[in-house]
Nanobody
């Protein structure tokens, strides 16, 4: 099991940028595919992006492709989500997630075993 702590959320104007971070501890970081999900009020948690253990494979939701970039620094046990050209519909609580020794083929949250507490992103129009 790995412990995850997100940071970097906040208020930004539409068109602006934010970078989220997720620090992991308690496991061998490179063994984990790391994902980002988001949940808006009253809606289900949905997939944003994931990155494999050594960063060689990434997957993005269509809604963020070309605007968001997931990356990781294995020396710092940290995964990032760079969010550019933010839209009001990007506002949500963003969660970091981890899955051990597996690269999910899909975008289901059920494939991830460990979750952070979330960081809130607010986008003003």
């Amino acid at each position: 099991q790995v412990q995850l702590v997100e940071s970097g959320g906040g208020l930004v104007q539409a068109g602006g940028s934010l970078r989220l971070s997720c620090a992991a501890s308690g496991g061998t970081f490179t063994y984990y595919t790391m994902g980002w999900f988001r949940q808006a009020p009253g809606k289900e948690r949905i997939f944003v992006a994931h990155i494999s253990g050594y960063g060689t494979r990434t997957l993005y939701a269509d809604s963020v492709k070309g605007r968001f970039t997931i990356s990781r620094d294995n020396a710092k046990n940290t995964v990032y989500l760079q969010m550019n050209s933010l839209k009001p519909e990007d506002a949500a609580v963003y969660y970091c997630a981890a899955v051990h020794l597996k690269i999910p083929t899909g975008m289901s949250s059920s494939e991830y075993s460990d979750w952070g507490q979330g960081t809130e992103v607010t986008v003003s129009s």
